[in-house]
T-cell receptor, first 112, second 114 residues
Framework: KQEVTQIPAALSVPEGENLVLNCSFT??????LQWFRQDPGKGLTSLLL?????REQTSGRLNASLDKSSGRSTLYIAASQPGDSATYLC???????????FGKGTRLSVIA | ETGVTQTPRHLVMGMTNKKSLKCEQH?????MYWYKQSAKKPLELMFV???????ENNSVPSRFSPECPNSSHLFLHLHTLQPEDSALYLC?????????????FGSGTRLTVV
């Protein structure tokens, strides 16, 4: 059974710092991996989707990498801003008609 | 707005009430999902609908009853809920059942059972 772990559970950084959020999964035979952002009490906003054949995806200040063999993905945020404060969720989908499996998220606070 | 709209945004209901949550998408997606998000737990998949047909019921109690009248609308009918059912209920959709192009989520309904 696929399990997704995100470390750390919470992170507080000063504005302007570059940071890395980690996601690990137990079964490396994934179909794709998606990073989401969730603001308090709100729904999820999709940030980046990485297919199993890809190594990374970039969008603005965000870069997500995927290493299937080691069962890891990282979300790199450059030059962090207070507006980046949110919970970041990692979710994987396995091969076959299987649903997304989510981690518990990393709660990020960027201090001005 | 993501293209997936959920109503109401907030709902408070007693344990004997009957209420319904609504989800609507006009993205042309063919699969729709209900998720439950409780404090300090990962999102839990509840139901999956592909082309209006329910393809997954993730051992959800019968006090939750989904309905998908067409590929654009999804409902979650609630009756005789328990306080532990209080949570954020999220609807999502994907273009295809395989999720090749990722998933789009709504803003959720915050449910409080008193």
């Amino acid at each position: 059974k696929q399990e997704v772990t995100q470390i750390p559970a919470a992170l507080s950084v000063p504005e302007g710092e570059n940071l890395v959020l980690n996601c690990s999964f137990t079964d490396s035979a994934i179909y794709n991996l998606q990073w989401f952002r969730q603001d308090p009490g709100k729904g999820l906003t999709s940030l980046l989707l990485i297919q199993s054949s890809q190594r990374e995806q970039t969008s603005g200040r965000l870069n997500a990498s995927l290493d299937k063999s080691s069962g890891r993905s990282t979300l790199y945020i450059a030059a962090s801003q207070p507006g980046d404060s949110a919970t970041y969720l990692c979710a994987v989908r396995d091969w076959g008609n299987t649903p997304l499996v989510f981690g518990k998220g990393t709660r990020l606070s960027v201090i001005a | 707005e993501t293209g997936v709209t959920q109503t109401p945004r907030h709902l408070v209901m007693g344990m004997t009430n009957k209420k319904s949550l609504k989800c609507e998408q006009h993205l042309g997606h063919n699969a729709m999902y209900w998720y439950k998000q409780s404090a300090k737990k990962p999102l839990e998949l509840m139901f999956v609908y592909n082309f209006k047909e329910q393809t997954e019921n993730n051992s959800v109690p019968s006090r939750f009853s989904p309905e998908c009248p067409n590929s654009s609308h999804l409902f979650l009918h609630l009756h005789t809920l328990q306080p532990e059912d209080s949570a954020l209920y999220l609807c999502a959709s994907s273009q295809d059942p395989a999720g090749d192009y990722g998933y789009t989520f709504g803003s959720g309904t915050r449910l409080t059972v008193v």
